[in-house]
């Protein structure tokens, strides 16, 4: 929940990376494309959401141990047609999309909204939601394993009276 809600956006260096990654498989970015004529490699994607390394400052306060996140660039606006225009990422296409799945439907989630935080913070509580999850069906399987070990232990003690 902390991580979720309480830590500003893009306050960790990687973090950047994933949301980028998340964003990919959104848009059906399987793998990455490759510019023919310079053989680079890329994630195609609106520009709202390749903007937020410069509009939210992500290079000022990362991996910047006396640096914060100042709040006043959360007012940031994505109302302009600009925007919406269609530009390349270059990085990260190295990450498989294995294990993205959680932060992949809360991006997709916050898209209709006009500000890419809406999706950030979606894919963080979609994240923290499977996380709860996981622990759950844990917690449930390991109590259930030794309920039925208990069960059988206890049969074997009443059977060898």
Not at 95 to 120: D, H, I, N, Q, T
Not at 121 to 129: I, V
Request: with cysteine.
């Amino acid at each position: 929940a902390i991580f979720t809600f309480y830590v500003p956006p893009f306050q960790k260096s990687d973090e950047l990376a994933h949301f980028y990654r998340a964003v990919s498989l959104t848009n059906l970015d399987l793998v990455c494309k490759t510019d023919a004529s310079t053989g680079q490699r890329y994630y195609p994607m609106k520009e709202k959401y390749a903007a937020v390394e410069r509009v939210f400052h992500v290079w000022d306060v990362a991996m910047q141990h006396n640096a914060r996140f100042d709040r006043d660039w959360l007012d940031a606006r994505f109302d302009d047609p600009a925007y919406q225009r269609e530009t390349r990422v270059n990085f990260p296409c190295d990450f498989s999309p294995m294990g993205y799945a959680p932060s992949v439907v809360g991006v997709f989630a916050g898209k209709p909204f006009e500000s890419p935080l809406a999706s950030l913070y979606l894919g963080r509580l979609g994240r923290a939601l499977f996380f709860l999850a996981g622990m759950i069906v844990a917690t449930w399987a390991v109590a259930h394993g030794y309920r039925e070990r208990w069960s059988a232990n206890r049969l074997c003690s009443e059977v060898g009276r």
